[in-house]
């Protein structure tokens, strides 16, 4: 239950893939969950925090009242440990950030089906309890904390992440934060946008206190026009493998060498992939994102990617954007 279409079809490609779950349905806000789950007493329910009419906090408490037998999973933006552990109280068993969804929601679908709770990695370590749970102090009984085996065993974990933003001003707070937080740490941030975004990104860091000047004059700050950038590595309307590997690893090389901490990291964010789905080149656009997960496995790099939320719309837009959500090691929406 999201309100959130894309991210709905999402969840439903990764269920549908990775385990044999016989119906699966959708529901956009907290009233419909509650009245569906009263109706159909389903085994297993999926729940966002952030839903219309009613949160998804009272709907999940409601929904224990009235069916007490289904098992709850919130997966959610909400990274607080508040909301994990509201989530937790009122009886949920599994707790899942909607950018580990791709990683996490298989493992938690299972755990939870089998009546274990299921905690996302990223909360390792905090111990919440369920409605009437009493503990030792201490104690993590029932609290297991259940990782995905492929996660444990990764040295580095790719960050390439997918942002769909309803707006520009979404979307240039959410590049303003990921590009700030790189500079302010003493790393360097490659970004290539368009020419409207790259001049207001601009401002905007400069308005959050960042001397950009010194950042751009170290080599620190590379911003370069998308649709140019593009054309540097495209071959028959498709992204050449090796042209992007030179173009890529030049950028990369450089920006890696204006960064005087230790280890230095990359921050590189974009709207290439975006600018192909837009000119109607979808498999162009799928294509490109592979090549960027590549990079992102064998570098230090965190990489942002950008997508305007309404140009994914209809069957062919479905298949675009579950597509491209399996490219990336994390998706959310704004």
Not at 208 to 223: F, N, P, T
Request: charged share 20%; with cysteine.
């Amino acid at each position: 239950m999201d309100d959130f279409e894309p991210f709905r079809r999402f969840v439903c490609s990764i269920l549908q893939s990775s385990l044999e779950l016989p119906t699966i349905l959708e529901v956009s806000d907290g009233v419909e969950a509650i009245e569906l789950a009263r109706a159909l007493r389903p085994d297993l329910i999926l729940l966002d925090i952030g839903l219309p009419k009613l949160n998804g906090i009272e709907a999940g408490r409601r929904i224990r009242e009235l069916v007490p037998q289904s098992k709850i999973i919130f997966v959610s933006q909400e990274s607080s440990v508040d909301f994990v552990q509201a989530a937790f109280s009122l009886g949920a068993l599994g707790y899942v950030v909607k950018t580990d969804a791709g990683r996490e929601l298989p493992s938690a679908v299972q755990a939870v089906l089998r009546g274990e709770r299921f905690v996302g990695s990223r909360f390792a370590g905090h111990g919440f309890t369920g409605p009437s749970e009493v503990r030792a102090p201490g104690s993590t009984q029932g609290n297991k904390v259940l990782v995905p085996p492929h996660r444990q065993n990764m040295e580095t974990t790719r960050c390439h992440q997918a942002g769909f933003y309803s707006d520009d001003a979404s979307l240039l707070d959410s590049l303003t934060q990921f590009i700030g937080a790189a500079l302010t740490a003493g790393n360097a941030a490659i970004v290539v946008a368009t020419e409207s975004h790259r001049g207001r990104l601009l401002l905007r860091l400069q308005a959050h206190g960042l001397d950009i000047g010194a950042a751009i004059e170290q080599g620190r700050y590379i911003s370069l026009d998308a649709a140019e950038t593009v054309s540097t590595f495209m071959v028959n309307d498709l992204p050449d493998p090796g042209r992007f590997t030179e173009v890529t690893r030049d950028l990369i090389s450089q920006a890696a060498k204006a960064v005087k901490v230790e280890p230095a990291r990359i921050a590189a964010c974009g709207e290439c992939a975006s600018l192909l789905w837009t000119q109607g080149k979808a498999e162009a656009a799928i294509r490109l994102e592979h090549l960027w997960d590549q990079i992102a496995k064998s570098q230090r790099l965190d990489i942002l990617c950008a997508y305007p939320l309404g140009s994914f719309q209809g069957k062919v837009g479905s298949y675009v954007f579950e597509n491209i959500c399996a490219e990336h090691s994390a998706v959310y929406s704004r």
